[in-house]
């Protein structure tokens, strides 16, 4: 009787337990892209962080390519390139994994033919019509970068598609949401409150809450003309916006909307604060909107659900097969009118709102745990190394 060979098993075991060396590039101030990294950490991996800009992340060296400071324009964009690919070619990390495909540290991981090289796209790196990014140049490197990946991570079935349509063969792309700590991501109660009191919020009134950029492109305008509406049937209604990535002059011209509308007094504007704080800003609200015309996948319907709001979106369309509309979330179209109707429902129903809620809580604990969702992301990049 033959006995059974297990060295191919064994060996096969033996990369699916390795610890890896990670260089992991994008933005160390980005909470989302830092928490990722620690989450790689949190599983054994070691860890390291390219990022165009400087921030600390507890247990994660961060490297900073030198020339973001120098004030000439033309100068600082060639010495950041030359940095970049200096640092990202002086990284001896058994993976590469670039977050935004359309970043200067990935294009140099790709024209450096780092390997193996992951790529997390993140909708607005890949959507390029829909959100006006990158010239011929960048496009052209974009697509370089994301043909030469071993692995390309999306948010949705379609991101799926036009990273495939760029070329990348549909074996080579993985359907990742990465989401939160679930765990992590909770308000107290107190905190909330008192934010509410911070914010000259009484008991019983309206909040709708804005956690997106504070930039035109997410439609703030749109959601002061909602709000004008709401206001005819709940008058104290508040907007509350975060002014994280704030625009040199947006908020004056939101106030100026405001005002001629006769609802200045109820816009809040709170300042970008650290993300453990976010959750007690969701906590003091009621209802979340999040309107960007083109998204890849929010992560704010999962940071409202984990605090237990509803959320009114934007794209309907572009989640299909992975969000139902009318179940994870109110969907709404980009007028005043459509937003202020979708407000008005979910105002008027808290049976509404909590359901909607509690499904999109059941969803991301089943999509988007963010440890569990890189522990499937590890696995694929140990197989990587181990092939």
């Known amino acids: 009787m033959d006995r059974f060979d297990v060295s191919g098993l064994a060996a096969q075991m033996e990369h699916v337990k390795r610890t890896l060396s990670i260089c992991v590039t994008g933005a160390a101030d980005s909470p989302h892209e830092s928490e990722r990294a620690q989450a790689l950490a949190r599983l054994g ?5 390219v990022s165009p800009t400087p921030a600390t992340i507890d247990g994660i060296p961060v490297v900073v390519p030198w020339g973001a400071q120098l004030g000439f324009a033309p100068l600082r964009r060639l010495a950041v390139m030359v940095s970049t690919l200096r640092a990202v070619g002086r990284e001896r990390a058994d993976v590469v994994h670039c977050h935004y ?8 991981a790709a024209l450096l033919g780092k390997k193996p090289l992951v790529i997390t796209v993140m909708g607005g790196d890949v959507l390029f019509d ?3 990014s990158q010239g011929a140049v960048g496009r052209a490197l974009t697509r370089f970068a994301l043909r030469r990946a071993a692995l390309v991570t999306v948010k949705s079935p379609r991101l799926a598609g036009v990273v495939a349509d760029m070329g990348v063969a549909p074996a080579r792309i993985m359907e990742v949401l990465w989401g939160i700590d679930l ?3 909770q308000t107290d109660p107190a905190k909330a409150l008192g934010w509410r009191q911070t914010w000259g919020v009484a ?3 309206l909040v709708f809450f804005s956690p ?3 930039k035109p492109f997410y439609n703030h305008d749109l959601m002061i003309d909602a709000l004008a509406q709401v206001r005819e049937h709940f008058p104290d209604a508040v907007l509350v916006m975060t002014t994280y990535g704030e625009e040199p002059g947006y908020r004056a011209e939101l106030l100026g909307r405001a005002k001629a509308l006769g609802i200045e007094e109820a816009l809040k504007f709170v300042d970008a604060c650290p993300h453990a704080e976010m959750a007690h800003f969701y906590g003091a609200s009621d209802i979340v909107l999040s309107i960007p015309p083109s998204d890849g996948f929010p992560q704010t319907l999962v940071e409202a659900a984990a605090i237990g709001r509803p959320c009114i979106m934007t794209g309907a369309e572009r989640f299909t097969g992975l969000i139902d509309a ?3 979330a109110l ?3 980009l007028t005043a009118d459509a937003l202020a109707a979708r407000c008005l429902e979910l105002a008027g129903d808290a049976d509404l709102r909590k359901r909607i809620a509690t499904n999109a809580l059941s969803f991301s604990q089943s999509r988007a745990d963010l440890m569990v969702e890189a522990q499937r992301v590890s696995t694929r990049m140990q197989d990587l190394v181990g092939a």
């Open 101 to 108: 495909a359309a970043e200067y540290a990935t294009w140099a």
């Open 212 to 214: 997106r950029p504070f």
């Open 183 to 185: 765990k992590a991501f």
């Open 331 to 333: 969907f709404t179209d």
């Open 45 to 49: 991996h070691r860890v390291r962080m």
């Open 326 to 328: 009318g179940v994870h």
């Open 203 to 205: 008991e019983g009134v």
């Open 130 to 132: 829909e959100q006006g």
